[in-house]
């Protein structure tokens, strides 16, 4: 099976709500309302079902981007969303090369994806490019202590400190923390988050 497939499986066959990832709201939104304004370029890498763009949707955010490699997923997000203006873009991260600028990028639960170390410094690389000097990356990903599967696939697990490390070439990094999830069915999983600034 495609990873492709493997993510719209998921998604078809499974209610949202029972997603190991599933939340109901975001708390990275506070940050963004309180340092970005409405009409900055955010993207959202691996949105898949999550509230995140819509709401920033409903806050009057002007100018959204979300990237998936489930089609299906953004077919459900285009459908939420009732007409209001988002790009979808339907792409493995590791195929995809920004084709503009950003203010703003946002994965939760999609680098931990990403195993082989080139692919990890490509993600990273690409995220500097794409954001203008000024503009912030928030990225949570499983912690050291985080599970070693998501959705039945390997993942790499990031500590804060080697998080910030790889950032540090063309980032400075301003908020880190471990944030525990709980899955529907009530497994804790340790997230490593990083809130960083373009340099
Ligand atoms: C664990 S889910 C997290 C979804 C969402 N960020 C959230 O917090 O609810 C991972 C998401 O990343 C997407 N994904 C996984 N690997 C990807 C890749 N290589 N490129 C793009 N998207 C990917 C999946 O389709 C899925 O929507």
């Not at 495609?2 to 190991?20: F, G, M, Q, V």
């Not at 990275?28 to 920033?56: C, R, Y």
């Not at 600028?101 to 170390?117: C, N, S």
Request: proline content about 5%.
């Amino acid at each position: 099976m495609s990873l492709t497939d493997h993510w719209n499986d998921r998604y078809e066959n499974n209610p949202a709500s029972k997603l190991s990832w599933y939340q109901e709201s975001s708390p990275e939104v506070e940050f963004i309302t309180s340092n970005v304004g409405k009409a900055t370029p955010i993207i959202d890498i691996g949105g898949g079902l999550s509230p995140f763009v819509h709401e920033l949707i409903d806050l009057e955010f002007t100018d959204l981007t979300v990237l998936d490699i489930s089609d299906f997923a953004l077919s459900e997000g285009v459908r939420k969303a009732e007409g209001r203006k988002v790009e979808w873009i339907a792409s493995d991260i590791r195929d995809w090369s920004p084709e503009r600028m950003f203010g703003l990028w946002h994965d939760r639960a999609v680098f931990h994806f990403l195993t082989v170390k080139e692919d990890q410094q490509r993600y990273f690389s690409m995220a500097a490019e794409a954001l203008v000097p000024g503009g912030y990356l928030i990225m949570g990903t499983f912690s050291e202590n985080g599970p070693e599967t998501c959705s039945g696939l390997p993942v790499a697990r990031h500590s804060i400190v080697n998080l910030t490390s790889s950032l540090a070439v063309d980032f400075t990094v301003i908020d880190t923390s471990i944030q525990v999830h709980i899955t529907p069915s009530g497994s804790a999983q340790e997230f490593a988050w990083v809130y960083a600034v373009r340099n």
